[in-house]
Nanobody, 125 residues
Framework: QVELVESGGGSVQSGGSLRLSCAAS?????????????MGWLRQAPGKEREVVAH???????RYVDSVKGRFTISRDGTKKNIYLQMNSLKPGDTATYYC??????????????WGQGTQVTVFS
């Protein structure tokens, strides 16, 4: 069992920044095979499908959805159990509920594995 808790959401004016944090607890590497490990951020806006925003794998390789490249940065701490999403140059289109997620395979992020309760990000113009 893995528990993921997000924090750092809020309301910000267009062009502003926010930093999301995710803390993984009740977490043992036996829950997710240490040889395959992926954590990341999903988001879902009202009336839209959930999408993977960014993820980071065991090797530290990161991937981003095209719409956030150059604006968002995913990172993690040395324990690999806490990840962050630095969001700069925010746009109204970034408004959504953001979820932290963890799974064995980055291709499965958001479909299988674990995710948190979400934190709301609202960007106003």
């Amino acid at each position: 069992q893995v528990e993921l808790v997000e924090s750092g959401g809020g309301s910000v004016q267009s062009g502003g920044s926010l930093r999301l944090s995710c803390a993984a607890s009740k977490y043992s590497f036996s829950d997710l095979s240490d040889s395959r490990y992926c954590m990341g951020w999903l988001r879902q806006a009202p009336g839209k499908e959930r999408e993977v925003v960014a993820h980071i794998d065991r090797s530290g390789i990161t991937r981003y959805v095209d719409s956030v490249k150059g604006r968002f940065t995913i990172s993690r701490d040395g324990t690999k159990k806490n990840i962050y999403l630095q969001m700069n140059s925010l746009k109204p289109g970034d408004t959504a509920t953001y979820y932290c997620a963890a799974t064995d395979n980055c291709d499965d992020l958001g479909r299988f594995g674990y995710w948190g309760q979400g934190t709301q990000v609202t960007v106003f113009s």
